[in-house]
């Protein structure tokens, strides 16, 4: 499909304003002109993530690598309107220029997520990830160094402060010992111009680990409060009660100084399998009731159809981290899918 094409699909923002007209989606303004340009259906998959006591959602899209040359065209395209009032497509524009200048980290990663967060502190992320099943010490080694240059040099070209997060391998190492039961998927650079920079790396255990070694990485299972044991206990009630097949995942936030650790649940949706699936988020809301009672957790399933596109939304999974006062945060997601009718 070329650029003319493109251009005649509906947009993301023209999608999600149309989502929003039945169901409870607070998009935030700051990231509308990025989301203007990008046509529905070139992304695998976007999504939306949901905090507490924040009345927006952070937004976020992923790319096959082979088409994010047809963003940058996009991009180009829209090149003489681009200035400094739109800094996301400045720094989007940028963060493809150092991707395709890197044919070495071309070979390793195979999508794009971008990532744009929404007040009060909006920000654009980028992270690069690996689909393969097969993943070798040296490729991970390989793939932290090429994205730490990747970022390194974003950092550079946009004026932010050179703020050191790496060596990434040895401070994995460090942080967890043993690398040896995780696969790194995604490396993340959370694009913030300040202090609050970091990097995000997000490991898929193998099925055999315990969820348990999980937790006490992200929470430190033997100086919990009553309240915070209370929660633990509800997650590995949460994984081992689901009535579909679930997986975990352990994101790692990289900052100057310090290490935090996030565990992820994620039910796995198959058609067939839609009634247990709804089971599974009526299971945590009843496990975390102030943390999902809010109307963008109320439905599970989104859906509406414009023209010739049926817009789906569905909740996708659940962040659990500690946070520095030792609470712990629980953040849920939903993806969006856009699809063709096909008569």
């Known amino acids: ?81 681009i200035d400094s009032s739109h800094p996301y497509l400045l720094t989007l524009k940028n963060a493809l220029n150092i991707f395709n200048n890197m044919p070495l980290l071309q070979c390793v990663s195979d999508h794009m997520w971008i990532e744009l967060d929404s007040e009060p502190n909006p920000a654009i992320s980028f992270f690069l990830g690996s689909d393969s099943k097969v993943q070798t010490l040296n490729d991970k080694v390989y793939m932290f160094e ?54 995000k790396i997000l490991l898929k255990p193998k099925k055999s680990t315990n969820i348990s070694e999980i937790l006490d990485i992200c929470f430190s299972l033997k100086n919990l409060t009553s309240a915070e044991a209370l929660k633990i206990s509800r997650i590995k009630d949460l994984f081992s009660l689901s009535p579909v097949d679930s997986t975990i995942g352990l994101s790692l936030a990289l900052y100057s100084n310090k290490t935090l650790a996030s565990i992820e649940i ?21 496990l975390f009731t102030y943390e999902l009672a809010t109307c963008s957790a109320k439905d599970v399933i989104w859906s509406t159809q414009h023209n010739e596109l049926k817009l789906i939304s569905k909740l996708h999974h659940l962040k659990f981290s500690a946070s520095s006062s030792n609470a712990m945060n629980v953040k849920f997601y939903r993806d969006l899918h856009f699809n063709r009718i096909t008569p």
């Open 146 to 199: 090429l994205c730490h240059q990747f970022q390194n040099n974003l950092r550079s070209i946009s004026g932010w402060p050179q703020i050191e997060c790496g060596p990434y391998f040895d401070r994995l190492l460090s942080f967890l010992g043993d690398l040896s039961i995780f696969s790194a998927t995604e490396i993340g650079f959370m694009g913030r111009a300040n202090t609050e920079q970091h990097t």
């Open 1 to 81: 499909m070329d650029d003319e094409q493109l251009i005649k699909i509906p947009s993301i923002a023209q999608c999600i304003h149309i989502l929003g007209q039945y169901y409870p989606v607070k998009a935030c303004n700051s990231y509308s002109e990025l989301q203007r340009l990008i046509p529905c259906t070139l992304p695998r998959i976007s999504g939306l993530e949901f905090k507490q006591a924040s009345p927006f959602c952070d937004f976020l899209s992923c790319f096959s690598t082979r088409d994010l040359s047809i963003l940058n065209s996009l991009i180009n395209r829209r090149e003489a309107s």
């Open 266 to 286: 994620v039910p796995v949706y198959r058609e067939k399998d839609q009634a247990q699936y709804i089971e599974f988020w009526d299971l945590a809301k009843n």
